[in-house]
């Protein structure tokens, strides 16, 4: 990552060498594990569409989603991640959406709020759609202030929040049935598509995302239990790609799911869903295999869904 901000000679030598440390910590860590680029568990599972604008209003009625992700929990100025989702199904085959997130990982805040329209064409029996969903919004990057030990008279600082939130949007296309899911995902479309000149400097944002999962019955058409393979692929500019492998058996009698995923950057994840038909929690903490676990305790995961005008059938 460039340089961005820059220390005027009026910092006493002691702090300065100070911030040059934390700074240089901070750039190894990151460097060395990339074990922490961890998305929300959800998107593989319980929120689709905070991933993918093609399932927006897939299921029907309103679905409203409360997310919360911590890394790095031990360490100050760690990544977290907030999110709001609603969703809902205007008519038998268009879905609308809102997705509005915010990112904070030390002095750097990006807020996004987009809103997603999605098309969902019938292909056939067994629920069998072919889904095209597409994101519009604004993409909100700027430096906390608060977060900044250093020269807040620096030039650099106010250029880079001068440069303002820009237009943004991402493109999903998916295939779903009762028991098949495969979707693909170009998010960021301003920088990865149309190249924005003078965008912000990073090496973290998702360039392409794809993944398939299969529902198996276990006890055939009763249905209450069933077993959920799933496999996934991340491009990450500045990275390695990365490949996840999942599991989400579900226990319907007793509105309880058990997940775990395994990603190649050295992560292991598990979680439980409590699904109501009203509501449903999930939550879910994520471990790194790597050396990276010796300083900090891993991130964990909060959700909570609730789901309006959604009257099921006898």
């Known amino acids: 990552m460039n340089t961005i901000i820059k220390y005027s000679k009026s910092v006493k030598p002691m702090r300065h060498l100070g911030i040059v440390i934390m700074a240089t910590a901070f750039t190894l860590i990151a460097t060395y594990c990339k074990a922490q680029l961890i998305p929300y568990q959800a998107i593989f599972y319980q929120n689709r569409y905070l991933n993918n604008p093609s399932v927006a209003g897939l299921d029907k009625g309103l679905n409203i ?23 809902y199904l205007a008519t038998e085959k ?12 030390g002095i750097f805040r990006q807020t996004r709020i987009m809103a997603s329209y ?11 759609k072919l889904n095209f969903g597409l994101s519009l919004g604004i993409n909100d990057p700027s430096l906390n202030y608060d977060a900044i030990d250093g020269d ?7 250029q880079y929040n001068q440069r303002g939130l820009y237009v943004d949007g991402d493109l999903g296309l998916s295939y779903t049935s ?3 899911f495969i979707e693909g995902v ?34 055939g058409e009763t249905g209450a239990f069933s077993l959920e393979p799933l496999v996934a692929f991340r491009e990450t500019k500045g990275f390695a790609d990365i490949f996840d492998a999942g599991l989400n058996f579900k226990m319907n009698n007793y509105h309880l799911d058990l997940q775990t995923i395994y990603h190649s950057d050295n992560n292991f994840g598990f979680g439980v869903a409590f699904d109501q038909h ?3 929690l999930n939550f879910s903490y994520n471990l790194s295999t790597g050396p990276i676990t010796n300083y900090t305790n891993g991130a964990f995961e909060v959700g909570i869904r609730l789901k309006l005008f959604n009257k099921q059938s006898n």
């Open 65 to 87: 989603n409360l997310g919360y992700l911590q890394q790095w929990s031990s360490f100050p100025g760690a990544p977290k991640t907030q999110s709001l989702t609603a969703e």
């Open 178 to 180: 009762n028991h098949l």
């Open 152 to 158: 807040l008279t620096d030039i650099k600082i106010e």
């Open 186 to 219: 170009l998010p960021n479309l301003n920088t990865n598509v149309f190249n924005r000149p003078g965008q912000r400097p990073d090496v973290d944002r998702t360039i392409f995302f794809t993944a398939a999962s299969y529902k198996f019955d276990l006890n």
């Open 118 to 128: 999605a098309y969902h064409l019938p292909l056939g029996d067994l629920n069998q």
């Open 278 to 280: 009203n509501y449903a």
């Open 94 to 105: 268009v879905g609308v959406g809102l997705n509005i997130s915010d990112n904070q990982s």
